[in-house]
Every structure is written in C-alpha cells, then in structure tokens.
C-alpha cells in the first residue's frame, strides 16, 4: 500500500505522514523543500520516496502523479496550499494566482487523476485540505477563502457521484480552523483564535477518512461556528469575518 502526501514538509502533512506510515504505508512525500522532506523520511519507520515539486507548475503536478500511479497506491492527500492578507485591491496579483495553482488546481489535478485510477479499480482514498475559510466569504484573505471554498465543494460534488456510482473510492474534505504551523507566517498573519494542535488535526483527518467521513471539522469551538453560519445571511457573515480577519492586523 502506497500513499502520497503533498505539502509533507512541515504541519498537518508531516503528521499526517507519521500516521500513515504507522499504518503500514509507503510514502510519496512531496514539497518544495526537499532538505525538510529527507529529514522527515529519516524519521519515519516505513519506506519513503521523497519527490520535491511546485505544484503551482501544472506540468509539475502532472509528473508527479505519472512518477506515483500504479496499483499499490492507495490513497492520496492534498495538502500543499498558503495564504495571502491584505485587501483584494492591494494583495500581490502575481502571489495571488501562484496561489490559486496550488490551492485550487493541483488539488484539481490529483483529484481527478487518481479517481481516473481508483473508480475502475474499486478502492482507494483522497483527502483534501481545504478550511473552515471554506464555509465563508473572507475579507481580507479573499482569494484563500475563495479558494478553500473551491476545494470543499468540488470534494462534497464527487463524493455525492461516487455515492450515486455505488463506488467504494471515498473522498474527504478536512476543514480546520486555525492551526499551529507555519501558515500564519506564508499568509503574513497573527491569529485572531488559539490554534489547534497539527497532531490533533491530523488524527481527526486521517481517522476521519478511513471512517468515510465526507467532511472534518476538528475542534468543538470550530464546528459551532460552521453550524452557527445556518443562522446568519452572507452580508453579516462577511462583516463578522471582516472583524475577525482585521484583528489578526498583519504578521
């Protein structure tokens, strides 16, 4: 059994990885840092491929999936992706689509591919990171919230046609709120919330989507605020995120 695990170098992919390879995997860990990648191999009681890609690069991304197929991989994490603050008007457009690549289509990419591998095969696993973002519109990180938005829907949209397919392939949507890793300090942000744990998150996930979970929410704080959304119109939503986001005031 194989699993590849994009974003591995640091946070919820390197302890996503300690989970995996407790569970008997081969790892594919891919980043952009391979120096970090190679540590993390050494630490892993299982055998690991370390493959370092941008996966903003649509040919990257592509690569990395033709290096990976075959019938022993078993399940696939999107989990590369950061943030960007400011307002929409004066973020860097140039980051932002950088962006939009890593968030949106490599986990596009991979998605479909594997599936193309996993439906015929009838078994296999995807989890993707998106956010609690994901539920809400978000000023002042508008592409990322947009973009983890993207992410969960087009998650819930195929795990409901692989319903409808009677398929066996599951598909999972991990939506954290704030987490302690190294994204506040891409996105140039200070948490508005305590964070959670990377550990806790990923047990959540992985348990989550072993479990044929089609979304995780970790932490009782945050899923009262993804239920509490039901209740309150988007135009107040977007006030209340604004309040929220501009508390974090920068890194």
């Avoid at 969960?152 to 302690?180: K, Y």
């Amino acid at each position: 059994m194989k699993a590849l695990i994009t974003g591995a170098s640091s946070g919820i992919g390197r302890e996503i990885a300690h989970l995996l390879a407790a569970r008997g995997y081969e790892l594919v860990l891919c980043a952009r840092r391979e120096d970090r990648l190679r540590q993390l191999a050494a630490e892993l009681p299982t055998v690991c491929h370390v493959l370092a890609a941008d996966l903003a690069d649509e040919t990257e991304c592509r690569l990395l999936y033709q290096a990976v197929r075959g019938d022993e991989l078993e399940v696939v994490v999107n989990n590369a992706g950061f943030g960007l603050f400011g307002p929409f008007v004066s973020t860097d457009l140039d980051t932002e689509l950088r962006m939009i690549d890593t968030n949106i289509r490599a986990v596009h990419i991979l998605t479909k591919l594997a599936l193309q591998d996993f439906v015929p095969r009838g078994r296999g696993y995807i989890l993707n990171v998106a956010s609690a973002a994901g539920f809400l519109p978000g000023p002042l990180m508008a592409s990322y919230y947009a973009s983890k938005n993207y992410v969960l829907r087009l998650t819930q949209a195929v795990r409901e046609e692989l319903r409808r397919a009677h398929s066996p392939v599951r598909v999972c949507a991990l939506c954290p709120g704030p987490v302690n890793t190294e994204f506040n300090k891409v996105a140039g942000v200070r948490f508005a919330l305590d964070g959670l744990d990377a550990k806790r998150v990923a047990r959540e996930a992985v348990s989550g989507l072993f479990a044929g979970r089609g979304v995780v929410v970790p932490g009782a704080s945050m899923k009262a605020m993804t239920a509490a959304r039901h209740f309150a119109p988007d135009w107040l939503l977007a006030r209340i995120t604004y309040h929220f986001q501009h508390k974090k005031g920068g890194a």
